[in-house]
């Protein structure tokens, strides 16, 4: 295994029997960067979810009829 370009690119040096006998396997785990407009589209579409969802129920609930004084 060597690295060029600074350390940003790795090398193996893996026969094609080596990897018939036991595949190289590699695992990379690392934060997906989002810009802020994604997490605020975000917000904003929960917003309007729960305003639609307040307004349906206020339309569903009967009228409460006044009380007599």
């Known amino acids: 295994t060597r690295t060029e ?3 940003s ?3 193996w040096d893996y026969t094609l029997e080596e990897a ?3 595949p190289l396997t590699t ?3 690392a934060q997906i960067p ?3 407009w994604v997490f605020a589209s ?3 579409i929960v917003l309007a ?3 639609l969802i307040v307004r349906v129920v206020k339309k569903r609930r009967p009228a409460s009829s006044p009380l007599p004084s």
């Open 9 to 11: 690119t790795l090398i």
């Open 27 to 29: 695992r990379v785990k």
């Open 49 to 51: 979810i729960a305003a």
């Open 42 to 44: 975000a917000a904003g």
């Open 5 to 7: 370009d600074n350390g």
């Open 34 to 36: 989002l810009p802020w």
């Open 20 to 22: 018939l006998k036991k």
